[in-house]
């Protein structure tokens, strides 16, 4: 049974994915994971692909240990496997909490890389592995700092694991998105007081248009895929210019 697994998968850029892959109709089933129980399952009546909701809490250790059961009975071939799952909170060091500090860390880099050590015994040659890292990764985002500081782990882990992966021919791509506009994400982010650290996101992108160029350089078996001009052009800047002249810029913008 040729599979893809989705986290993430109940919203936003995840949900978007499951709907790619739907329409490709080369998967005998897709397993969709987030908590909310009943988006997945209306998903689920949405695809043509048989979808198996996998309602889990990937903030809690013990629920990849239920995703190891699950791939333990079914055996499949997972042909494609998805980290979306994540969230970030805006604000200062002292603003956001200790446990949304500790939450930032356990899902956008424990649980991405638990969820794929576990699958990865069941990736043949020619599977693809996608880990949904942001161009936060690319340099230090004082009033972000711990989600960046975090996709700058997903970064690091998922461009070392390629090469781990080169001879068993399993591609791993870092997918490193500019702002979303149209997801969960941004509201969630955002402390709700009035003057928030960050209370633009100018040129934000569309998450139809990120999941697909996503998709496609996924595909093509490419190491980092900047989905979009913003995330393509901060890459090539983040490179040249010092993090400190970065950062002095991030200030100004984040305030426009
Ligand atoms: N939007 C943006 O500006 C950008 C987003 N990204 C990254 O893209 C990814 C997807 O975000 P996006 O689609 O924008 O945002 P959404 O908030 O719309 O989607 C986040 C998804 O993660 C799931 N999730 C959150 N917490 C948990 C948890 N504890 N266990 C399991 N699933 C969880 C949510 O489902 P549920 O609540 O049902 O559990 C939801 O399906 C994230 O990794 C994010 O960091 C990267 C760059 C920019
Ligand atoms: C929220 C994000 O990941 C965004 N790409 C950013 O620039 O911080």
């Given at each position: 049974?040729?599979?893809?697994?989705?986290?993430?998968?109940?919203?936003?850029?995840?949900?978007?994915?499951?709907?790619?892959?739907?329409?490709?109709?080369?998967?005998?089933?897709?397993?969709?994971?987030?908590?909310?129980?009943?988006?997945?399952?209306?998903?689920?009546?949405?695809?043509?692909?048989?979808?198996?909701?996998?309602?889990?809490?990937?903030?809690?250790?013990?629920?990849?240990?239920?995703?190891?059961?699950?791939?333990?009975?079914?055996?499949?071939?997972?042909?494609?496997?998805?980290?979306?799952?994540?969230?970030?909170?805006?604000?200062?060091?002292?603003?956001?909490?200790?446990?949304?500090?500790?939450?930032?860390?356990?899902?956008?880099?424990?649980?991405?890389?638990?969820?794929?050590?576990?699958?990865?015994?069941?990736?043949?040659?020619?599977?693809?592995?996608?880990?949904?890292c942001s161009t936060?990764?690319?340099?230090?985002?004082?009033?972000?700092?711990?989600?960046?500081?975090?996709?700058?782990?997903?970064?690091?882990?998922?461009?070392?694991?390629?090469?781990?992966?080169?001879?068993?021919?399993?591609?791993?791509?870092?997918?490193c998105?500019?702002?979303?506009?149209?997801?969960?994400?941004?509201?969630?982010?955002?402390?709700?007081?009035?003057?928030?650290?960050?209370?633009?996101?100018?040129?934000?992108?569309?998450?139809?248009?990120?999941?697909?160029?996503?998709?496609?350089?996924?595909?093509?078996?490419?190491?980092?895929?900047t989905?979009?001009?913003?995330c393509?052009?901060?890459?090539?800047?983040?490179?040249?210019?010092?993090?400190?002249?970065?950062?002095?810029?991030?200030?100004?913008?984040?305030?426009?």
């Amino acid at each position: 049974m040729n599979i893809a697994i989705v986290t993430g998968a109940s919203s936003g850029i995840g949900r978007e994915f499951v709907r790619l892959l739907d329409a490709q109709k080369k998967y005998d089933a897709i397993w969709v994971i987030a908590r909310r129980k009943e988006r997945l399952l209306e998903l689920a009546k949405q695809s043509e692909t048989p979808v198996l909701a996998v309602p889990l809490d990937l903030g809690e250790k013990q629920s990849v240990r239920k995703l190891a059961e699950y791939l333990k009975k079914e055996n499949p071939n997972v042909r494609m496997l998805i980290n979306a799952a994540g969230y970030g909170k805006i604000g200062s060091y002292k603003e956001v909490s200790l446990e949304d500090t500790e939450g930032m860390i356990d899902l956008n880099c424990r649980a991405a890389v638990a969820v794929t050590q576990t699958v990865l015994p069941y990736m043949k040659k020619g599977s693809h592995i996608m880990q949904i890292c942001s161009t936060a990764a690319f340099q230090p985002f004082p009033y972000l700092n711990v989600y960046a500081a975090s996709k700058a782990f997903l970064y690091r882990y998922s461009r070392a694991l390629r090469v781990e992966l080169f001879l068993r021919r399993i591609s791993v791509t870092a997918v490193c998105p500019y702002w979303i506009k149209d997801t969960e994400f941004i509201g969630r982010a955002k402390s709700g007081k009035k003057k928030s650290e960050i209370r633009s996101f100018p040129f934000a992108s569309r998450q139809k248009a990120v999941a697909r160029r996503a998709m496609r350089d996924t595909r093509l078996g490419m190491a980092v895929s900047t989905p979009g001009f913003m995330c393509s052009i901060h890459r090539v800047i983040a490179k040249i210019i010092p993090s400190e002249i970065m950062m002095g810029f991030w200030a100004a913008l984040r305030r426009l």
